[in-house]
């Protein structure tokens, strides 16, 4: 919808976990104006440069959603996000494509300086590309016991003046860093990052659930790809999974791509966690791209029939898009305006940009048209 005036009509309008049926949009200047259902649209077509009749685009029974929002992804189409800016644009044009019209640029573990680098450079992108929206650190505060595809001879504690030079190097932009809360001076750390308005998340952790509550106590608000690189779920050792989904104030990560998780373990987060779960890709350079191999931080990847793995057989990342993932739940047995709010506001608000992740009036216009299949056919991108 960009910088046009815009109407969509007879679309299944799925926003703020509601489906409405025969809904329409319209959009001036970038922003949500009105929305409505029925014929009201047709006294609005004079204010509109350009009409999307959804179901002469999308075919019967398609679906408008809010721009996907992803807060965990490290590249695609054949480019990964720690190579710089022209790789940053270059996969974040796959996964537009895909629906993600907004997205956190997740930096695999490498050097203090790498990193301080890196940060710099996302910040300098946020300026001006409103969907970049920061950077997210997965590392190098990481349980070397769960490092997964971080190199872990490059992991450290979260020493103070560590966590401050990369917060300093994303002037205000790094929006999450992934912390394995047992390791020292992790609880601290978790307020220092907190405390410059980025939010602190567990994740590659050998915490058990009492650690972990004391992590969401100091401020902690995510858990990082549930279940992956973290002690499971048991009957007497809830670990962090079942410490995150029992507090309401934790936003739980998954990669639903059929290789993370089984379907019955995604059902059941989404049933343990309403309303909190956050569909992200962790995708790599691979996504949208061929088999073969690539490198994921400084280490050596194999994706053979789209799944990624180290020469140990460790998953490493993914190939996943977001309106993928939204089969994958789908195809699990949650229902669709549960689906799309895991894609769209609940990862939003998990990095504080609750603005973002709706269609309300007055909200920027990121858009997804699908068919009944949930395969994209257009998508939109507002202002801020």
Same mark, same amino acid.
């Given at each position: 919808?960009?910088?046009?005036?815009?109407?969509?009509?007879?679309?299944?309008?799925?926003?703020?976990?509601?489906?409405?049926?025969?809904?329409?949009?319209?959009?001036?200047?970038?922003?949500?104006? +009105?929305?409505?259902?029925?014929?009201?649209?047709?006294?609005?077509?004079?204010?509109?440069?350009?009409?999307?009749? +959804?179901?002469?685009?999308?075919?019967?029974?398609?679906?408008?959603? @809010?721009?996907?929002?992803?807060?965990?992804?490290?590249?695609?189409?054949?480019?990964?996000?720690? /190579?710089?800016?022209?790789?940053?644009?270059?996969?974040?044009?796959?996964?537009?494509?895909?629906?993600?019209?907004?997205?956190? *640029?997740?930096?695999?573990?490498?050097?203090?300086?790498?990193?301080?680098?890196?940060?710099?450079? *996302?910040?300098?992108?946020?300026?001006?590309?409103?969907?970049?929206?920061?950077?997210?650190?997965?590392? @190098?505060?990481?349980?070397?016991?769960?490092?997964?595809?971080?190199?872990?001879?490059?992991?450290?504690?979260?020493?103070?003046?560590?966590? /401050?030079?990369?917060?300093?190097?994303?002037?205000?932009?790094?929006?999450?860093?992934?912390?394995?809360?047992?390791? @020292?001076?992790?609880?601290?750390?978790?307020?220092?990052?907190?405390?410059?308005?980025?939010?602190?998340?567990?994740?590659?952790?050998?915490?058990?659930?009492?650690?972990?509550?004391?992590?969401?106590?100091?401020?902690?608000?995510?858990?990082?790809?549930?279940?992956?690189?973290?002690?499971?779920?048991?009957?007497?050792?809830?670990?962090?999974?079942?410490?995150?989904?029992?507090?309401?104030?934790?936003?739980?990560?998954?990669?639903?791509?059929?290789?993370?998780?089984?379907?019955?373990?995604?059902?059941?987060?989404?049933?343990?966690?309403?309303?909190?779960?956050?569909?992200?890709?962790?995708?790599?350079?691979?996504?949208?791209?061929?088999?073969?191999?690539?490198?994921?931080?400084?280490?050596?990847?194999?994706?053979?029939?789209?799944?990624?793995?180290?020469?140990?057989?460790?998953?490493?990342?993914?190939?996943?898009?977001?309106?993928?993932?939204?089969?994958?739940?789908?195809?699990?047995?949650?229902?669709?305006?549960?689906?799309?709010?895991?894609?769209?506001?609940?990862?939003?608000?998990?990095?504080?940009?609750?603005?973002?992740?709706?269609?309300? @009036?007055?909200?920027?216009?990121?858009?997804?048209?699908?068919?009944?299949?949930?395969?994209?056919?257009?998508?939109?991108?507002?202002?801020?």
């Amino acid at each position: 919808m960009d910088s046009v005036n815009h109407l969509v009509h007879s679309a299944r309008l799925v926003d703020d976990g509601i489906e409405t049926a025969d809904a329409w949009l319209l959009v001036r200047d970038g922003r949500v104006a +009105a929305r409505g259902t029925g014929d009201g649209w047709r006294d609005r077509v004079a204010e509109a440069h350009e009409v999307t009749d +959804a179901v002469a685009e999308a075919g019967p029974r398609a679906v408008l959603t @809010p721009g996907f929002v992803d807060i965990h992804g490290h590249g695609g189409g054949g480019a990964a996000y720690d /190579d710089g800016a022209e790789a940053i644009r270059a996969a974040r044009a796959l996964h537009r494509a895909h629906g993600t019209t907004r997205a956190v *640029i997740s930096l695999v573990t490498a050097s203090l300086d790498d990193l301080a680098r890196r940060v710099s450079t *996302i910040a300098d992108l946020a300026e001006t590309d409103a969907a970049v929206l920061g950077s997210h650190l997965e590392g @190098p505060f990481l349980d070397p016991g769960h490092h997964g595809a971080h190199d872990p001879g490059l992991l450290v504690a979260p020493a103070p003046g560590a966590v /401050d030079r990369l917060l300093e190097a994303g002037r205000g932009t790094v929006r999450q860093v992934t912390i394995a809360p047992e390791l @020292p001076g992790a609880l601290a750390a978790i307020e220092q990052i907190t405390a410059s308005g980025a939010a602190a998340a567990v994740g590659h952790t050998d915490a058990d659930a009492d650690v972990t509550r004391r992590a969401f106590d100091a401020g902690a608000t995510i858990l990082t790809h549930a279940f992956n690189a973290m002690p499971g779920l048991h009957h007497r050792a809830p670990g962090p999974v079942g410490a995150a989904t029992g507090d309401p104030r934790v936003t739980v990560e998954v990669i639903a791509d059929g290789v993370h998780l089984h379907p019955d373990i995604l059902r059941i987060v989404f049933a343990a966690a309403p309303g909190r779960v956050a569909l992200v890709t962790d995708a790599m350079a691979a996504a949208g791209s061929a088999d073969g191999e690539y490198l994921l931080g400084a280490l050596r990847v194999r994706v053979e029939n789209t799944v990624a793995r180290l020469a140990d057989g460790t998953i490493a990342g993914s190939t996943l898009t977001q309106d993928a993932a939204l089969r994958t739940a789908i195809a699990a047995g949650v229902a669709l305006p549960e689906a799309v709010r895991a894609l769209t506001s609940t990862p939003a608000c998990a990095i504080g940009r609750p603005d973002l992740g709706s269609l309300r @009036p007055g909200a920027p216009a990121d858009a997804v048209l699908l068919d009944d299949a949930l395969q994209v056919r257009r998508v939109w991108t507002g202002r801020v």
